[in-house]
């Protein structure tokens, strides 16, 4: 249950927040919230990270597919651990979160802009959150 609430949650936020930044902003407006370090500027993304991968985005749906069959496959196997299961939430929802904006969209919507990082969404937090999580308990667990 764990998994599926923080992936909810994730997915969620994402589509909320990619929701009102596409009602309330232009595409590649750029409001400073705190000037010359973060802004909220509204960007479509067609690539992955950096847009790294540019115009692949049935590569990244199937991804996506791919992680979510390997869940299902797997998750009787996956340590009942709470840090584990938030982390396989948060990454699921992340992934789940930009495959939708692909799908329907050909592009996702990004827009917290530190100025120093490509710009980024949700979406991203949730599978960086979720893939810190499993690596923090992979670093810790004793697998003895």
């Known amino acids: ?13 994402d589509q909320a927040s990619k929701y009102v930044i596409a009602q309330h902003m ?6 400073p919230v705190i000037p010359g370090f973060f802004h909220i ?14 115009n692949k985005q049935w590569l990244f749906i199937a991804v996506a597919a791919a992680l979510f069959l390997l869940y299902f496959i797997f998750r009787k196997h996956i340590p009942k651990k709470r840090i584990v299961r938030c982390g396989m939430g948060f990454l699921l929802g992340g992934a789940l979160g930009n495959a939708v904006d692909r799908f329907l ?6 827009f917290f802009d530190f100025r120093v990082w490509p710009v ?20 810790t667990h004793d697998s003895e």
């Open 120 to 139: 980024f969404n949700v979406a991203d937090i949730g599978i960086v959150i979720g893939v810190g999580l499993l690596v923090l308990y992979c670093w």
């Open 1 to 13: 249950m764990t998994v599926f609430l923080a992936a909810v949650a994730v997915i969620l936020t």
């Open 105 to 110: 969209f050909g592009a996702v919507t990004d």
């Open 41 to 54: 500027t509204y960007i479509l993304n067609k690539g992955a990270a950096f847009g790294f991968l540019e």
């Open 26 to 31: 232009a595409l590649h407006e750029s409001v």
